[in-house]
């Protein structure tokens, strides 16, 4: 549905991606991982059109993504960090959205599983931020969307939340729903992921499966394998 | 775009800034009102706040704003809606909400002091023309140049130096090119120069409503003398309506190249 074909992006002398070719596997979950500045925010950014590569091609169901705004009707996007206006009330916040979208919103159920309902008429100020994180959920799922983007979807979330968020993603997988998540926290990884991409200096360094990466590194969990990959790399550079 | 507008005007009409900024206004209104008595002597007060003011106070909110609001623009962005729709909504949202402070901060106590009757109706209402375009004008700047940094403190810093520049060192510059050439005619020089800052035109615009000679200063009688009063009032808004429209299309310029 999402291909990227050999996007460049550099910030001043800094390039962010060197030019990679990419397909978003359908109906799966594909986690991107990558020590902190290998790319993998960039990457997302610019499937959603925030930021603009200076090469490459990005398109969505073959219809290039540049000066187009339409395609991010059928994507949900979770962003990493969850500041919303801070006057405005929780249940204001998801009304804007749905107004922004133009598409009625399914939040009810969302927000008994994350027991936000005390909370809708506060102001968002006024709010932790693992409840902002809860609403920042609230917003993404709230629309029937074919893609979800999200970015460090677990941030700031109790042990509760977390099941439930998992719980979430994985009932939206079986819908036939396509993911793209970026993470740190490996057991996320292990769980969920049908496949992995591993970025590393604006580079697709590796991706299939996890079993696959487990086998290519000869090691038994994914943090060890990561640090294998990256003592590697500091090698050669060095 | 009114979405983004009406939400964004909501957020900020509800901050305890905009209520400040509110109560300031309402009880100089009063004070100066019933102080002096006079409704051109409190217009004439209300006016060298407003000048320096209302410019400081947009340039605050825009950039505050703009700065503040970065991870929820993101969120906009990633929303099936064209760019120029979420700068123009947050800008105009600001700005309107601003006004409206200005507007009925300042409008109730005349309103309560009679100034329906007292026959200087226009000079409140110039006054609050000029206050609303400064309003306009310097949170679109500010809103700008907070598109083109990404650094929060050189941001801030080139805003508050526009605005510095624009309200007190202008004048200076001016005081001085008019000092060193007085040997020549300088009527269209000091047109030209007063066009190129809008709280110059601003005053000018409130000086020629009220026609106080002897406060116009050099720009104000060039303009009351070149064009006469209504023709220099029609001439410096004008200016001032392209001062508002010119950064807005520098905002849309950049808000669709730059990178978030």
């Keep these: 549905m999402i291909e990227i074909k050999g996007i460049r992006k550099s910030f001043g002398k800094l390039d962010v991606l060197k030019g ?141 939340a977390l099941i439930r968020l998992k719980d979430l993603i ?6 036939g729903k396509t993911f793209l998540i970026t993470t740190h926290i490996m057991t996320l990884v292990e769980e969920l992921s049908d496949e992995l991409i591993f970025l590393l200096e604006g580079q697709v360094y590796f991706r299939g499966t996890y079993g696959e990466l487990m086998t290519a590194e000869k090691e038994e969990n994914l943090e060890r394998a990561i640090a294998k990959i990256l003592e590697k790399e500091n090698v050669k550079d060095s | 775009m009114l979405k983004i507008l009406k939400y964004s005007f909501f957020d900020l009409i509800r901050s305890r800034w905009s209520i400040i900024y509110f109560i300031f206004y309402f009880i100089s209104g009063f004070v100066l009102l019933y102080l002096s008595n006079d409704v051109s002597k409190a217009i004439v007060s209300l006016m060298n706040i407003t000048l320096i003011l209302t410019p400081l106070i947009g340039t605050l909110f825009g950039i505050m704003n703009f700065y503040n609001s970065r991870e929820f623009i993101e969120l906009l962005l990633a929303q099936p809606i064209p760019r120029k729709h979420i700068f123009l909504g947050m800008y105009s949202g600001i700005s309107i909400s601003l006004s409206l402070s200005l507007l009925l901060g300042m409008g109730i106590p005349f309103a309560f002091y009679g100034v329906f009757v007292s026959g200087q109706i226009m000079s409140l209402v110039s006054l609050l023309i000029s206050g609303v375009f400064l309003t306009f004008i310097f949170t679109s700047i500010s809103f700008y140049i907070a598109l083109v940094n990404e650094n929060k403190l050189k941001g801030f810093g080139v805003a508050i130096l526009v605005w510095l520049f624009m309200v007190f060192i202008y004048d200076g510059i001016v005081l001085l090119l008019l000092i060193f050439f007085q040997d020549y005619p300088l009527e269209k020089l000091a047109i030209i120069i007063s066009l190129l800052n809008p709280v110059d035109l601003s005053r000018i615009l409130v000086m020629l409503k009220l026609d106080i000679s002897a406060l116009m200063g050099y720009t104000g009688a060039v303009f009351s003398k070149f064009f006469g009063n209504n023709t220099g009032m029609f001439i410096s808004i004008s200016a001032l309506t392209v001062w508002a429209i010119v950064p807005t299309f520098f905002i849309l310029k950049k808000s669709v190249k730059k990178d978030f």
């Design chain 1, 20 to 160: 990679f070719d990419f397909s978003l596997a359908d109906r799966k979950i594909t986690a991107v991982l990558g020590p902190n500045g290998s790319g993998k925010t960039t990457l997302i950014k610019s499937i959603l059109g925030l930021v603009i590569p200076s090469h490459g091609e990005i398109l969505y169901k073959g219809t290039s993504i540049f000066n187009n705004w339409n395609y991010r009707k059928e994507i949900g996007y979770l962003p990493q960090i969850a500041r919303f206006p801070e006057n405005l009330r929780v249940s204001e916040l998801l009304k804007l959205i749905e107004e922004v979208r133009n598409e009625a919103r399914n939040s009810d159920e969302l927000i008994r599983r994350f027991d936000l309902e005390s909370y809708l008429h506060k102001k968002l100020y006024q709010l932790s931020g693992g409840t902002r994180q809860k609403v920042n959920i609230v917003l993404t799922f709230m629309f029937d969307c074919p893609v979800y983007i999200l970015d460090e979807p677990t941030s700031g979330l109790d042990p509760i």
């Design chain 1, 170 to 175: 994985q009932y939206k997988k079986e819908e």
